[in-house]
């Protein structure tokens, strides 16, 4: 964020022209939304909000701010989110806000899943906005304001907050966690339109990782968090080592859509903009976990911002270098991450301490390689493996991504990292319930003294796990993924409940971000190549299709399935869809009433999903990834 853009308005509104002493802006404070606003009496909760500018600071009050828009509880500081707004179904609100931005009108919103109460508010003035919130669930209040940016992102800067129905009859709030997502985008918009996300600060209940609240359990604890996304960007949220339960999604018409039964358990979410989200997980392990959005680049650091001293003056705020990590590294978790990050300390039960990893019954080493000839800023990197079984003994799935890794439910194994790149990395097990030191956080997955290392180049690391269930899982490198992941250090990781079995019966689509210099931007790869070869399938044959969500950018593109010759129309329009049934999501089972459906699914970074496949006719058809914009890129299948 080279600048905010904001600074010619700032400078006309406290004064810092000759002679003029320069006002100080009110600091708007982390909220963790723990206590509700606003007076209750008689059924009716009132509450009065002020919208102005305020100083944020993302990285802590000891480093300077940025000028932004935030909400405050009348008579009292501003906040990041706004005020939380907490009542039981049923009760009446009555808001009363104003707006104290000069210049800019507000059009204030009670967003309710897919519907919304809204207010039009003049600089200056105090409009009123009474509603009922009549039904249980998560929710939250917005304001847009009039200039581009709020138009563009339906946001002005950071006005938002949390609203929570509890069901009708509570006597006693459940004891949850409330988490609103939030970004501050700079007003310098580029000719597409878009704003550039290497120049957004991300932040969950106020603050940016590492400076996002640290948050502690004990193993077996039951641990209930509502998620909002405040936003009008996707995250796909991902919690390391554990599964959590999906009790309830809430958002605009069609973003509940294709995300399959509530109560199903994943270890990744897709939020698309302005939904909600009540979650449920039991940890079951000790040690130090991650809970994170999983589109890249909201969870890198942010670039150095800019912004204006009390002295008039330009600062810049020091942050760690965004798309280059090496091994003279001071902590990877603190300087490595950034954005919406949380990090989760799970304590052990009494005196409980963690097994010992059982002695592996297989060994395998996986040596990280990097190819010449590919621009420094994206290179060209894979995995591959040496399984001590084959005649070749090293297994190479070539350029782009990295060797398929097949293991066995129950069966210990020892997987040693060989680092042979010219950047440090580590390796994440994702959706594998693996020990906290396994995985695969340099410097933070752990406990205590015994943290995981960065694998250093010409350096190793040795993982030890058994997996406890069969699935489709990801490993995946956790440094610098912007670039690594693109550079294909990702491969899937494919758990069965006995040996191989025949290869034919599985497909697995490695969906992921082109390399540098391999077609347009943001143009995908499947399994490594942007031009996939014709795969032959046999006519009423059942096939598992393992389809992994790996991508750096576009966080929500379709897969699809079509028999449709062309590809000029959107896959909404396309009438030629086939039919597949949906059997797992994150390597978890889904209830066997699921029924074929069209084979057309939205998937977020970091997902996998299985579907079972029957081609029913002879002849040829497609796979179709694509985007709002348009194909990404497509495999064609002849069915014999």
Not at 302 to 321: K, W
Not at 388 to 412: F, K, M, N
């Amino acid at each position: 964020m080279r600048t905010f853009a904001l600074l010619p308005l700032l400078t006309l509104m406290l004064g810092f022209g000759r002679g003029a002493a320069p006002m100080k802006l009110p600091t708007a404070r982390p909220n963790p939304n723990t206590v509700p606003a606003g007076k209750f009496r008689d059924g009716v909760l009132t509450i009065a909000l002020d919208a102005e500018l305020t100083m944020w600071h993302p990285d802590g009050d000891s480093l300077p701010g940025i000028p932004i828009e935030a909400f405050a509880e009348r008579d009292r500081p501003p906040q990041v989110p706004g005020p939380l707004i907490r009542v039981t179904e049923g009760t009446e609100i009555q808001a009363s806000v104003l707006n104290s931005l000069e210049g800019d009108t507000l059009t204030f919103y009670f967003q309710w899943g897919d519907a919304a109460d809204s207010v039009v508010i003049p600089a200056g003035v105090t409009r009123e906005l009474h509603v009922r919130a009549n039904r249980a669930g998560t929710f939250f209040y917005r304001a847009t304001t009039s200039n581009r940016l709020g138009r563009l992102l339906a946001f002005g800067g950071l006005l938002a907050g949390a609203v929570v129905a509890d069901p009708s009859g509570t006597t006693r709030p459940l004891r949850d966690r409330i988490f609103v997502m939030q970004v501050a985008a700079d007003s310098t918009i580029p000719s597409t339109g878009i704003p550039l996300p290497e120049r957004s600060v991300w932040a969950i209940n106020g603050r940016s990782w590492p400076n996002t609240e640290r948050l502690t359990a004990a193993v077996g604890d039951t641990l209930h968090w509502r998620l909002i996304n405040a936003s009008n960007d996707q995250h796909p949220m991902h919690l390391h080592g554990f599964y959590y339960r999906v009790d309830a999604f809430d958002g605009p018409a069609g973003s509940t859509e294709n995300r399959g039964p509530l109560g199903r358990r994943v270890v990744t979410e897709r939020m698309s903009q302005f939904t909600t989200m009540f979650i449920t997980w039991v940890p079951e392990r000790a040690g130090n976990w991650l809970f994170h959005c999983h589109f890249q680049e909201h969870a890198v650091p942010h670039p150095p911002l800019e912004t204006v001293s009390p002295a008039g003056e330009l600062q810049r705020i020091a942050t760690a270098p965004k798309h280059r990590v090496t091994s003279r590294h001071g902590n990877h978790a603190l300087t490595g991450m950034g954005g919406l990050v949380l990090a989760i300390r799970i304590r052990p039960r009494g005196r409980e301490r963690a097994a010992a990893p059982v002695r592996a019954h297989r060994h395998l080493r996986m040596i990280a390689i990097q190819d010449a000839g590919f621009p420094d800023s994206v290179p060209s990197m894979r995995f591959v493996l040496d399984d001590g079984r084959s005649d070749a003994h090293v297994v190479d799935a070539g350029p782009g991504w990295s060797t398929p890794l097949y293991l066995i439910r129950g069966e210990p194994v020892s997987i040693t990292i060989v680092n042979q790149t010219h950047e440090a990395t580590a390796v994440h097990w994702h959706g594998i319930e693996v020990e906290s030191y396994f995985d695969g956080v340099a410097d933070l997955s752990g406990s205590g003294r015994k943290l995981a290392p960065i694998i250093a180049p010409q350096d190793s690391f040795e993982a030890l796990f058994t997996p406890p269930r069969a699935g489709t899982f990801i490993y995946h490198s956790h440094v610098d993924e912007p670039r690594q992941h693109r550079a294909g250090l990702v491969g899937a990781l494919i758990v069965r409940d006995t040996a191989l079995r025949s290869a034919s019966e599985d497909l697995i689509l490695l969906i992921k971000s082109a390399r540098a210099g391999r077609g347009p931007p943001n143009r995908f790869e499947i399994n490594g190549t942007t031009d996939p070869d014709t795969i032959v399938l046999a006519l009423g044959h059942t096939y598992r299709l393992r389809v992994i969500a790996m991508q750096t950018g576009i966080p929500g593109p379709v897969i699809s399935i079509t028999a449709r010759p062309d590809s000029s129309l959107p896959n909404l329009r396309d009438t030629l869809i086939v039919r597949w049934r949906q059997v797992a999501k994150d390597g978890a089972d889904l209830p066997d009433e699921e029924g074929a459906k069209p084979a057309r699914q939205s998937i977020g970074m970091g997902e996998t999903y299985d579907f079972q496949f029957i081609p029913e006719r002879r002849g040829l058809l497609r796979i179709e990834v694509r985007s709002a914009r348009g194909l990404m890129v497509r495999a064609p299948i002849r069915v014999d």
